[in-house]
């Protein structure tokens, strides 16, 4: 009975060394061991969409976590989340990076995130037809009632922007836009790429991108941890792709896919802009 026990133990301890090691030496050696780059997905489009029918992931930032799992020879695997608990996703190992996170001040507090941005976007705004606002401080009033989806970096903004308007927070984009064409919100603030695909379906109301528009730059979240070798990797690669334009491209197939013609769109390079 003891040499069996024993001869369990070593079995047991042989399973999971592989995960041990991996632990141990960062979230890159896990990668490497598991051979999966395990993505967080949230529906928001243009940067992940999940077809009812097929329920398969689309989307930019699906399509960046193929190319980077490309890059690492491994499969790219998408993890469901949401916006509101994607830090806690991350911190708590279900997935291992999420595109499309803003570093806000909070975030940082929590995660890691590479110097290099993963790309640029712009606050725009879905509205009537009729809708005569042209900058930020005309939304700024009792009456507005503007919807946002929650725990996304856009919330703080408009939050804080806008101290006097109706805030209406919705756990997604899509359930923002609803709102929007049940009358139930005057406008919809959203970052410009989000904006545009929501409009080819919608049809109703139209995109601005009031004044002062300023580009912000968005990133990806990982985890913290002692050995830098994946914020590294993450953070020289997105300096890599955004030279060479990889975001553009990768936008313009996601709107082509839609049926939506990129041709004088502002993409994701603010240079381009």
Known sequence: MKRRT??????????FAPRARAQGGGTMAQIKDSGKLRIGVASAEPWFYKDPMSEQWTGVGVAMGKRMADELGVEM??????????????????????????????????LSFPK??????????????????????????PETRI????????????????????????SSNDEAIAAFAAGRVD???????????????????????PEPVKPVATSAGMRQEDNPEFLNWVNKTFADFYAAGVPDQLFDAYLTSKGIDPTGIPGLIKEDW
């Open 6 to 15: 024993l001869i369990l133990a070593a079995t047991a301890a042989m399973a």
């Open 77 to 110: 695997v998408p993890v469901e989340t949401s916006w509101a608990n994607a830090v806690a996703g991350l911190q708590a190992n279900q997935f291992d990076i999420m595109f499309v996170l803003d570093p806000t001040e909070e975030r940082r507090k929590a």
């Open 116 to 141: 290099n941005p993963l790309f640029y976007y712009a606050m725009g705004a879905l509205v009537k037809e009729d809708s005569k606002a042209k900058t930020w401080d005309e939304f700024n009033t």
């Open 147 to 170: 919807g946002v989806t929650l725990g996304t970096s856009l919330d703080r903004n408009v939050t804080e922007m806008m101290p006097k308007a109706q805030i209406n927070r919705f």
């Open 187 to 209: 406008a919809v603030v959203q970052f410009h790429p989000a904006l545009v695909v929501q409009y080819s379906r919608l049809k109703i109301g139209k995109v601005l991108l």
